[in-house]
Nanobody, 120 residues
Framework: QVQLVESGGGLVQAGGSLRLSCAAS????????MAWYRQASGKQRELVAV???????NYADSVKGRFTISRDYPKNMVYLQMNSLKTEDTAVYYC??????????????WGQGAQVTVSS
């Protein structure tokens, strides 16, 4: 099927920047949307940003103006540029996609997660 691998997480001071990357591999016929979610300790997983196959984007209100999602279609990759990071952005960030992996077979896939820690 489809595997998603995130990279780029780490520790950064408040006000700093990080860039997350996610590579999709496996048997991929087509990818519809790609997205980033995050889950802070003790909280539910939430949508951070999404980009459609047509390039439309949408962001959580808490990250608008600070985060940018982008996509490399030929390479099946998605990125999340995070600027002006705040301590409340600390979470495990998960890559997500909806992909076609066989004839008429679509599923949702998740990466293993990347820890982002923002210190004050």
């Amino acid at each position: 099927q489809v595997q998603l691998v995130e990279s780029g997480g780490g520790l950064v001071q408040a006000g700093g920047s990080l860039r997350l990357s996610c590579a999709a591999s496996g048997t991929i016929f087509s990818i519809d949307r790609m997205a980033w979610y995050r889950q802070a300790s003790g909280k539910q997983r939430e949508l951070v940003a999404v980009i459609t196959s047509g390039g439309s984007t949408n962001y959580a209100d808490s990250v608008k103006g600070r985060f940018t999602i982008s996509r490399d279609y030929p390479k099946n990759m998605v990125y999340l540029q995070m600027n002006s990071l705040k301590t409340e952005d600390t979470a495990v960030y998960y890559c997500n996609c909806k992909a076609q992996w066989a004839l008429r077979m679509w599923s949702e896939f998740w990466g293993q997660g990347a820890q982002v820690t923002v210190s004050s």
